[in-house]
């Protein structure tokens, strides 16, 4: 009972710090993604500006989620990431040059777009691999004894290159509506008119992966379309968070767009979990089979719940701190 | 060639490492000097600690970040390239290196922050309490990576069912026979690297004549700091040598290239050890002082590598070489402290070119012996991951091939050239800026509160004139 109990406790930590990071350091991702896209050099400072504050808390998360993987749930840490090798070197070279590139550009005068197209680059490939991901984990990983055996670009399939701009096209409108709430004039012009196109393609992708997936596993396709299900309720609210954007950028609202693309974010992602539970590494292995001892999970679980609140508290703070419209192009 | 994904995994991780070890051993170092320095400004008021702290927060902040960034990926190579080892120890390591990042988070969240930008924004006080703070938490984010891997090195606390441990006792697991040593080695380590860098820094700012006094003081504190430490550091370093020789005796014969058990054992000065013929070439040595060194008594018997197989034997070249060098920059840091309280008769401390000179040099030398440490320490017990439980090749990914590995090593050496000389060279930049008159006041609510953004100096010789004081 206890096993269970602190395996779940664990899941909703781990799920709570996964759709921390996508929204999180989704929006800032975003932006670098729609740097080749502005209209000119000053909406990018405006952009990198509005993003340079907090990205790095954004990111976070990712660490925390990678090491409490490995604590709480060694098989995923020790199945996904030999499974997506090539794409984790990727994903954190992409990570690594972009980090770079927020400090940098500010210090550098001459040589500062060198350091734009780092940081458009290094979003774009790192959103990418990020999207890869999602869609190797949907088709899932050949694994015998607790080890990953198949080859090493199992994760890069038609598929999963969908999933990948897909998810390069969620974080642009992100990015998008991120850009609305902390600007104003013609940058904040320019993002309204391009969210409604991004919010196009971010459904259309939903609209394939949606169609694919039930054909790729059957386990999805049972799930979903053998019976009906409450689980309806997540596409459900994730169509109304579509409409809710159409509608605010229509009536040129501020806030709203961005809110209601997290909520379409976090129903999308909710409907993702909703396909797969119980199982954490698809096809065969469950929450259950991937936990460490549970006097392991437990030992963390103490720490963990004594620092999430006061990053928590810390993220918050940041983000009051620099509340408010982003103006001018000097940084310092 | 045939590429071998164990070997290459090695060297993988050994690069990555490597980068990564030499911040946070100067980091940590250097957060106890601004403890300090904060703590004598609160003291007595005189506003030449107060500029020193407020110079070397900029540079710790600048090594912090970068250190950061290379904590990236070393969270992400136990899974990709070890992933039957993580799997193996999950239930204890997968804690204490998620510890250390709670930790690390913590402090960031909680001090670090205060401490780059609080100056002249919070009380005095209360920027001496971070910069405790932040000191104490490098130390704490250093116990957890280092009782992890005193534990791979002599493993405790754990029974090993079906494949994987388990632990039976977090205690025994996290302090086991040679962590106390580990600990002391590397936390005087870090004191070491930080005391040599202030002092090279002072010593260049002293040569060309810049903000003479407070360089004074701080060369003058340092050099006493390191005529302590660095002698209680060869002390220290024999014992842990001591420990090793009880828990890890192969190591021991492979830093001291010694083939048989033997008592009466010579200190090589120079070999060439070669593991294919069980023996040495080219030997140059102190009849017995091995023996004394390590047994305390000349005709002290010493174990020797063939009473191993070949197998279970450690690159014996490397080891020996890298202790070798590890030692060299041991006592030249003795002799450079020595030095210095000899010419402080007559203040010729703080006027001597050559010694100023050495001094800048001899910033490097601590990272040296640092990696050289770690040298000996991790490729001494190969063919072991856990020692005498898990080999390297049971340890590996089993899904790797040789050219994958190789592949990400090349990136990861690409990657890490432009973000690393960059960097570095942002250092150089933020040294020679120096003290200011008048720190920038970071009052606009634009600035971001990051670690690098605490330093202003611009990337660019041309571009960074404006700053010039």
Redesign the interface.
């Given at each position: 009972m206890e096993l269970i109990n602190l395996s779940a406790i664990w899941a909703l930590i781990i799920g709570f710090g996964v759709m921390m990071y996508i929204l999180m350091d989704g929006f800032d991702l975003g932006v670098g993604i729609l740097y080749p896209f502005a209209p000119d050099e000053h909406a990018r400072d405006v952009m990198m500006?509005s993003v340079?504050?907090i990205w790095?808390g954004n990111?976070?998360w990712?660490?925390?989620g990678?090491?409490?993987l490995?604590?709480?749930f060694?098989?995923v840490?020790?199945?996904?990431?030999?499974?997506l090798?090539?794409g984790?070197?990727l994903m954190?070279?992409g990570?690594?040059?972009r980090?770079?590139a927020f400090?940098?550009r500010f210090?550098?005068?001459?040589?500062r777009h060198w350091w734009n197209r780092a940081f458009c680059w290094g979003s774009m490939v790192a959103t990418f691999c990020q999207g890869v991901v999602v869609g190797a984990y949907i088709e899932g990983f050949e694994v015998a004894n607790?080890?990953?055996?198949?080859?090493?670009f199992d994760w890069l399939t038609p598929f999963t290159v969908i999933t990948g701009l897909a998810l390069m096209a969620g974080y642009a409108l992100l990015g998008a509506t991120w850009t609305i709430l902390k600007s104003e004039g013609h940058v904040q012009e320019w993002a309204y008119r391009i969210t409604p196109k991004l919010l196009l393609l971010v459904l259309v992708g939903f609209a394939i992966i949606s169609i694919w997936t039930p054909f790729v596993d059957d386990f999805v396709r049972e799930r979903w379309f053998d019976h009906l299900t409450l689980f309806w309720v997540f596409p459900f609210l994730a169509l109304v968070c579509a409409g809710l954007i159409w509608r605010s950028v229509a009536k040129r609202r501020e806030g709203q767009p961005f809110v209601a693309t997290m909520g379409l974010f976090l129903f999308t992602y909710l409907g993702l979990v909703a396909s797969k539970w119980p199982y954490l590494i698809p096809p065969d292995i469950t929450l259950w089979e991937a936990a460490?001892?549970p006097?392991?999970q437990l030992?963390?679980l103490l720490?963990?719940l004594f620092?999430i609140p006061?990053?928590l508290?810390?993220t918050a703070w940041?983000y009051w701190?620099?509340r408010?419209k982003?103006r001018?192009a000097?940084?310092? | 060639m045939e590429l071998d994904p164990v070997l290459l995994s090695r060297i993988q991780f050994a690069f990555v490492v490597s980068f990564h070890a030499i911040f946070p051993v100067f980091t940590i170092g250097l957060a106890s000097y601004v403890a300090v320095l904060h703590g004598l400004f609160y003291k007595t008021g005189n506003p030449a600690w107060d500029r020193l702290a407020a110079f070397w927060v900029k540079v710790f902040a600048v090594v912090f970040g970068m250190g950061v960034v290379s904590g990236i990926v070393m969270a992400f190579q136990f899974g990709t390239n070890w992933s039957n080892f993580s799997q193996a120890t999950s239930n204890f390591l997968g804690p204490m290196l998620s510890y250390e990042v709670v930790t690390a988070f913590f402090l960031e969240a909680g001090f670090l922050g205060v401490l780059l930008f609080g100056r002249g924004k919070v009380p005095e006080g209360v920027h001496l309490f971070a910069a405790i703070m932040v000191a104490v938490g490098t130390f704490i984010s250093a116990f957890w990576i280092l009782s992890t891997n005193s534990w791979m090195q002599t493993p405790a606390g754990v029974e090993l069912v079906d494949g994987r441990f388990h632990v039976t006792s977090w205690a025994e697991a996290m302090f086991t026979a040679s962590f106390p040593y580990r600990f002391t080695h590397m936390a005087l380590a870090s004191f070491l690297t930080g005391g040599f860098v202030v002092a090279g820094v002072s010593a260049w700012y002293l040569l060309i004549g810049r903000d003479v006094e407070a360089n004074r003081k701080a060369l003058s504190m340092c050099m006493w700091l390191l005529l302590v430490l660095a002698p209680v550091q060869a002390v220290v370093g024999d014992a842990h040598g001591l420990n090793t020789l009880e828990h890890q005796p192969t190591k021991v014969a492979a830093m001291e290239a010694n083939w048989e058990t033997q008592s009466g054992v010579p200190l090589l000065l120079f070999a060439w050890p070669d593991k294919e013929a069980q023996e040495n070439h080219f030997e140059i040595g102190i009849p017995r002082l091995a023996s004394l060194i390590l047994t305390h008594d000349l005709d002290g018997e010493v174990p020797g590598l063939k009473a191993v197989p070949k197998e279970e034997q450690p690159p014996v070249w490397f080891v020996f070489w890298s202790f070798r060098a590890m030692v060299a920059m041991g006592m030249l840091m003795i002799a450079v402290a020595f030095v210095g309280l000899w010419l402080r008769r007559g203040g010729r401390l703080y006027r001597s070119r050559p010694f100023l000179q050495t001094l800048r040099l001899m910033s490097v030398a601590p990272f040296i012996a640092v990696l050289g440490g770690w040298f000996v320490t991790e490729a001494g017990r190969a063919p072991w991951l856990v020692y005498g439980m898990m080999t390297q090749t049971e340890a590996v990914t089993p899904s790797l091939s040789g050219w994958m590995v190789l592949a990400t090593l090349i990136g990861y050496v690409l990657v890490y050239a432009v973000v690393f000389l960059t960097g570095g060279y942002y250092l150089t930049r933020v040294v020679r800026q120096g003290m200011l008159a008048e720190e920038p006041r970071d009052d606009e609510v634009e600035t971001a509160k990051r670690p690098l953004s605490a330093a202003h100096a611009t990337l660019e010789a041309d571009a960074g004139r404006q700053f010039g004081s």
């Open positions: 500006n340079a504050p790095d990111e976070t990712l660490v925390l990678g090491a409490g490995l604590a709480a060694p098989l840490y020790t199945i996904l990431l030999p499974a090798y090539l984790v070197f954190l070279a990570l690594i040059f980090g770079i400090e940098f210090k550098s005068r001459r040589n607790n080890v990953y055996v198949g080859g090493p460490s001892a006097e392991s030992f963390l720490g963990v620092v006061v990053v508290g810390y940041s701190v620099f408010g982003v001018g000097g940084y310092h | -």
